[in-house]
C-alpha cells in the first residue's frame, strides 16, 4: 500500500491508502495561494517533490511548490 494526495475542488489536499481508496485518511486545506487562484492540477516529481499549478480568472498560471506534510504552497 502507498499514501497517495489528491486535489480537491476546494484548495484541500485530500490523504488516502491505496489499499483502502474509498477512506480519507485526512484533508487539509492547501495555504500559500494567493487570492483569486484556484489550484488545478498536482503532480510529484521523480525527486519526490509536490507542485501545483495554479489558474486566475484571467487566465494566468503560476507553479507552487506545495509541502505534502503541511498542505503549505510556496
Given at each position: 500500500p502507498a499514501l497517495i494526495l489528491?486535489?480537491?475542488q476546494d484548495n484541500t489536499l485530500a490523504r488516502f491508502d491505496?489499499?483502502?481508496p474509498g477512506?480519507?485518511?485526512s484533508n487539509t486545506a492547501i495555504t500559500g495561494v494567493a487570492a483569486g487562484e484556484t489550484l488545478v492540477g498536482i503532480d510529484f516529481t521523480f525527486a519526490g517533490a509536490l507542485f501545483g499549478?495554479?489558474?486566475q480568472a484571467s487566465g494566468v498560471l503560476t507553479v507552487y511548490a506545495i509541502d505534502p506534510g503541511?498542505?503549505?504552497a510556496s
Open positions: 489528491a486535489l480537491t491505496s489499499a483502502a477512506t480519507v485518511i499549478l495554479a489558474r503541511t498542505a503549505v
